[in-house]
């Protein structure tokens, strides 16, 4: 019995041993600069596990206790073999550099591409040195412009940086700078975006199957991360164009601990005409600042700090002046009047990573978001007059007119994340977060001063001071989620999520569950299917009556009478890898969107004593459609081939006569060709070719008989006119196609190596062949009858800049 029992406690002593398992953990770097590498491949050779970096490059692998083949890898880069001998804990941080020409790249036969193991779908990452290699408009290059070439993210109109994810509108797409909402991205109405790419580090999109822990928005997310700051040494770049000059410097504060990054631009616009101007002067000029300090405390605690400044700025001044002088009189009249705009956004983050464990990870996030935009006129006249005789009394004549407009939303926000890896078959993230919103919903002040000597007080010396508009809004918003990248077996794999959030403003409270599902199961290495399910909830609403960005775009909540915006999602797709850096991907996507809202026809939020609920209507909104993309990433040539076959339509109850009828945006058929060669360091190339279906616009095709009386009003009588007119009347929303919508641009960029940096010229045409696209469309009159005419916004733009990093 004893021999038995010793048996007995010997197998389960090795059985106990066989189960043992242990964590290997750390960060994984670029070794040139210390910059975290985000989506790195951490991979056992031994049992073919493996994960991700997170977005702050760390990594969590459980395995059993013994000797294991671990690799370390990122595109690019040299992979690093690490041997160990797991019999406990181990962190290990690793450096990843030699960075490596993309055509010498051997992907190994054992890894599957990420595309195809991953379990998320409708997910694109964008690399920044692709966003600086493309042709650029008026030599800048440009974040969304890079985002719009994608399938199913439409532009808005010509030159516009507004876009538009599969059917939904500018304002269902959430856009983070370090995890804070940027609420206008646009510089010059739409023409540039507020990122620039020398201060970002990466961009991750996602169209449709979101994770748990993104909400708030229906249609995308926007990922934008900027640099950290060398961790080794000082780098900057300096670069000067037709519009705009930049600046890019990074460095070691303390070497190896603490870093930062500055990032600034400013256009010249203004300091280019002015020269020019005289009595009658205009401005106009655009600049961003970007600036984040990144502190290690230990390689458990570290600690970032990035702020965001950026501004729109115009205005203008007119002088005019008539003196009259003769025998009887002398009089002088000056008329001034002075304009200014701005409109711009301001965020501030601060970040802690901490390390409670191997297998825990957490990120506390708290944020400041403002965006605002103001208007202010000044116009005054004066008017002196003295007789010649002491019988007439002299006149002293002055008038003051001042308008004021005021707008915009201020956030403050706390969140909280959690990333939980207790084996490779579980990545677990966990989080909440609270948002204190601050609506500035129009505020117009009007003052008027008047002095007159010949009037007594009171009877034209008064100063009059109107205000009107809507009140102040304040609104708290909280969510909390919850989300599991599972992996069911080798061929299956699903990321299971719940996201709860809720708002309240006004005394109303409104609540969401939404869940969220995707699945990929793999076929074999190189293919895999995947389907996602998506449910989101929208609290604020952008009212826009433009057809492009304008900064008297209004962001508003939902109130008792306006209700949350509402999306649900279903897509299905697959992904093909086709070996040598060539992979495939096919998506359809069928969404429904409820409680959208227009404005009313005639309508607009300068409506004069009007509450913004009522000049707006509520409706529904759905669109279907398939993407596919074909993808290079490895070789001298790169780049993709997309196309988006889709329908977009909306349904309101009373416009359109109940109808349903084809969103502004509604597209057919759109199609990009993006490429890049670089035949050597010296030089590289990139082209960019895209074509659209026409926008649906509302057209008039035929008129109707109106009968007024029109009042005819001159200095001896006043008479009616009985008279009729022809009205032109459109017969539906929406119910005509413009042109269809295509252009090629074209860019070279020459590089050489210099004694202090590399010196880069870059040539970039925009619009090569001269296509008159249309940015809108209008009836003039011709002889007897009336014809169609088109405007076009921009020919063929030629640009040129220069660079030089060091």
Sequence with gaps: MKKFIAIALLLLSFGLQAQEKYTISGIVKEASSGEALIGATVYDETTKAGISTNVYGFYSLTLPKGKHTISFSFVGYNTVIKEIDLSKDLKINIELGGVVELEEVVVSANSVSKKVESSQMSLT??????????????????????????????????????????????????????????????????????????????????????????????????DIRM????????????????????????????????????????????????????????????????????HKFSDKSRLFLSAYLGSDKGGGESNDKETIDDSSRKEIKKDKSNNNFDWGNKTLALRWNYIFSPKLFSNTTVTYSKYDFGLDFDSSEERYLKYSTSSSVDEDYKERTKFKYTSGIYDFAYKFDLDYLPNPNHSIKIGASYIYHSFIPGENIISVSKTDNLKPKGAGNEDVTYNYGNKNIYAHEGAAYIEDDYKISESLKANVGLHYSLFNVQKNT?????????????????????????KMQQYIHLLSNSTIS??????????????????????????????????????????????????????????????????????????????????????????????????????????NYGKTFAAKYDRRHDVSIVITHKPSKKIDFGMTW??????????????????????????????????????????????????????????????????????????????????????????????????????????IIPSVSYIFTF
């Design 227 to 294: 640099k950290e700051g060398n961790m080794k040494e000082y780098h900057g770049s300096v670069s000067v164009g037709i519009i705009s000059s930049k600046i890019n410097f990074e460095g070691p504060i303390i070497k190896d601990r603490t870093s930062f990054n500055i990032s600034a631009r400013r256009t010249y616009i203004d300091l280019l005409i002015k020269p020019f101007q005289k009595s009658d002067k205009f401005g106009y000029y655009f600049y961003d600042l970007n600036a984040k300090i990144n």
């Design 550 to 655: 304008m900064p008297t775009d209004l962001w508003l909540p939902v109130t008792k009478r306006i209700k949350p915006m509402k999306s649900t999602q279903y897509a299905l797709g697959a992904a093909y890898n086709l070996g040598n850096g060539y992979d495939f991907t096919v998506e359809g996507f069928y969404k429904e969107m409820d409680n959208l809202i227009e404005y009313k026809d005639g309508t607009t939020f300068f409506s004069y004593n009007s509450k913004w609920e009522d000049l707006v209507e509520m409706g529904k909104g759905k669109a279907y459609g398939i993407e596919l993309q074909f993808n290079k990433t490895v070789g001298k040539t790169t780049g993709w081939i997309g196309y988006t076959l889709s329908k977009t339509d909306r349904d309101f109850p009373t416009i």
């Design 510 to 534: 409104y609540q969401s569950f939404e869940p969220r599902l995707a699945v990929r199961y793999l076929v074999n290495e190189d293919l895999s299917l995947k389907l996602a399910y998506s």
């Design 125 to 222: 990452n964008i690399n920044v040195e692709k966003i600086k290699s493309l042709p650029a408009f008026m030599g800048e290059s440009d974040v969304i412009k890079t985002i719009q070439l994608l399938p199913g993210i439409q532009s808005g109109s010509e030159g516009s940086s507004g876009i538009y994810v599969r059917g939904g509108g500018p304002d269902q797409n959430l856009l983070m700078l370090d995890g804070v909402p940027v609420y206008n991205a646009n510089h010059l109405f739409g023409f540039f975006s507020v990122f620039n790419p020398d201060a970002v580090h990466y961009v991750d999109v996602y169209k449709g199957g979101f994770p748990a822990r993104f909400g708030g928005r229906l249609s995308s997310v926007i």
């Design 690 to 795: 895209v074509y659209g279906t026409g926008n649906s616009l509302t057209m008039s095709t035929r008129n109707m008989d109106l009968y007024l009386d029109k009042f005819i009003v001159n200095d001896s009588y006043t008479y009616t006119d009985k008279s009729n007119m022809k009205i032109p009347i459109p017969e539906g929303r929406n119910n005509y196609r413009a042109p269809a919508y295509h252009r090629l641009d074209f860019s070279v960029n020459f590089h050489k190596k210099k004694k202090y940096g590399t010196r880069t010229w870059n040539i970039s045409v925009y619009n090569v062949y001269n296509r008159s696209n249309p940015f809108y469309l209008h009836f003039s009159n011709k002889g007897d009858h009336k014809v169609l005419k088109q405007t076009s916004l921009f020919t």
